[in-house]
């Protein structure tokens, strides 16, 4: 079995910052390419921002020079630096990772259970 578990959403300001955090366990091989989505209510779940195990970033216009996701590959582990954020950021958040599992000669994708993040003021 493999979980992921996002950690950090919350409710700021518009203009604030918040992290959040995403981590892969369970029978992992080799965790591959890691991405942020989001889904807002009434809208169409989108890509936030992706990045490669060896670390090739891609973001969505709206979030480019705000967002910032990065990764350790020891933990497991990908984040999403979130700054100046806007009452239109606000939305459940999700992480997804591709992965290998020991025992198996292709990688799945995983999603975790989402959290919630509200801009307003």
């Known amino acids: 079995q493999v979980q992921l578990v996002e950690s950090g959403g919350g409710l700021v300001q518009p203009g604030g910052s918040l992290r959040l955090s995403c981590t892969a366990s369970?029978?992992?091989?080799?965790?591959?390419?890691m991405a942020w989505y989001r889904q807002a209510p009434g809208n169409q779940r989108e890509l936030v921002a992706g990045?490669?195990?060896?670390?090739?970033?891609n973001y969505t216009d709206s979030v480019k020079g705000r967002f910032t996701i990065s990764r350790d590959n020891i933990k497991n582990t990908v984040y999403l630096q979130m700054n100046s954020l806007r009452a239109q950021d606000t939305a459940v958040y999700y992480c997804?990772?591709?992965?290998?599992?020991?025992?198996?000669?292709?990688?799945?994708?995983?999603w975790g259970q989402g959290t919630l993040v509200t801009v307003s003021s």
């Open positions: 997804s990772a591709d992965i290998r599992r020991r025992g198996y000669y292709y990688e799945k994708n995983f």
């Open positions: 369970g029978n992992i091989y080799r965790v591959n390419g």
């Open positions: 990045i490669s195990r060896d670390g090739r970033t």
